[in-house]
């Protein structure tokens, strides 16, 4: 998998550099609520397409640095005297969901506190869809498209476009076919939203998390910004409208504001990793999983993790703490 990723990862920046010239360094975004296992591969694959990886940072973090450069309370010259911007970044891509509460201050950009879904994304919003127009094409014909591998992948692709369509309008006709034969089914949002009210209801769960991991309300949150394609919808916008009593705000890319994050980020940094003097913000991150260590519960009899670091601790953190074993090996 690690070596997959390196390839195309070294066929992207390939392409990069026939714009923007020799490319050897990189920062890399991941989202916030990926674990260590999952990092770390992700920075084996930058190395193995001949990458030297600056930093791993979060994406809702890139995205709230983009945000805050655009938006110039961010940099050396509000270093002195600044009022404290809250942001709480509302990330919800292609395949992952992530919610961070950070606090911008002169050039300090700082995490407060996270949450995420790595199993939640656009294309579950995508496979009710894909449900949805299967089973009208079974009603009618008795087929069940989804056995066919190329006819499922149109459906999928029909699926996305139905999605984006309902983003803009109020109804959307899909045609669904097998093999000369079709059907032309209407969807709209009201119904597409019914369909997905449940994951909706997932986002909205974890970002009441966050908040009070954050030990925060909304009245504390300054700037409520929406990052990742699926973030469009309208529903999404509607949802947290609701609950914030605030307007979200669309003024980056959902698309690109992480990308610019980063580039922001990989100037701020020199060779040897740290802020060089040209850079305008110095990002502080927190720990999206709680780390500890291993051992063998002789009360329970099983293995347990000893929490050393709690979730949402500023990083770089050190803890020491006793902790009694017995003979691991026993119990193997």
């Given at each position: 998998s690690t070596r997959k990723e390196s390839s195309a990862a070294s066929?992207?920046?390939?392409?990069?550099?026939?714009?923007?010239?020799?490319?050897?360094?990189?920062?890399?975004?991941?989202?916030?609520?990926?674990?260590?296992?999952?990092?770390?591969?992700?920075?084996?694959?930058?190395?193995?397409?001949?990458?030297?990886?600056?930093?791993?940072?979060?994406?809702?973090?890139?995205?709230?640095?983009?945000?805050g450069a655009q938006r110039g309370f961010i940099g050396f010259e509000n270093e002195e005297n600044a009022e404290p911007v809250r942001l709480l970044v509302y990330d919800l891509g292609g395949g992952t969901f992530d919610v961070t509460i950070l606090e911008v201050k002169g050039r300090t950009c700082r995490a407060i506190a996270t949450d995420g879904d790595v199993q939640l994304g656009g294309?579950?919003?995508?496979?009710?869809?894909?449900?949805?127009l299967a089973e009208a094409f079974i009603k009618?014909?008795?087929?069940?498209?989804?056995?066919?591998?190329?006819?499922?992948?149109?459906?999928?692709?029909?699926?996305?476009?139905?999605?984006?369509?309902?983003?803009?309008?109020?109804?959307?006709?899909?045609?669904?076919?097998?093999?000369?034969?079709?059907?032309?089914?209407?969807?709209?949002r009201a119904n597409f939203e019914l369909m997905t009210k449940d994951l909706l209801a997932r986002t909205e769960t974890t970002t009441a998390i966050v908040l009070k991991a954050a030990a925060k309300t909304w009245d504390d949150i300054d700037h409520l910004l929406l990052v990742g394609g699926a973030s469009r919808m309208p529903s999404v916008t509607a949802m947290l409208r609701s609950l914030s009593g605030m307007e979200p705000d669309r003024s980056l890319s959902p698309d690109q504001a992480v990308a610019h994050g980063a580039a922001i980020h990989a100037n701020n940094l020199s060779r040897d990793?740290?802020?060089?003097?040209?850079?305008?913000?110095e990002l502080v991150n927190v720990n999206s999983h709680s780390l500890g260590v291993r051992g063998y519960d002789r009360a329970t009899k099983r293995y347990a993790n000893a929490v050393m670091i709690p979730k949402n601790s500023e990083l770089p953190c050190r803890k020491s703490k006793p902790v009694s074993y017995t003979h691991l090996r026993a119990h193997e």
């Open positions: 066929d992207v920046y390939k392409r990069q550099e026939l714009v923007l010239g020799p490319i050897d360094e990189a920062v890399i975004t991941v989202p916030a609520f990926f674990d260590e296992g999952r990092r770390k591969a992700t920075q084996d694959a930058g190395k193995l397409a001949g990458l030297n990886v600056l930093d791993i940072i979060n994406e809702p973090t890139a995205a709230a640095l983009a945000y294309k579950d919003f995508d496979e009710r869809v894909v449900e949805y009618e014909h008795g087929i069940d498209i989804r056995a066919d591998p190329a006819e499922a992948a149109e459906l999928w692709i029909s699926a996305e476009k139905a999605k984006h369509a309902l983003s803009a309008r109020s109804k959307t006709m899909i045609v669904v076919g097998h093999r000369g034969v079709r059907s032309k089914v209407e969807l709209t990793g740290k802020v060089n003097e040209r850079g305008i913000c």
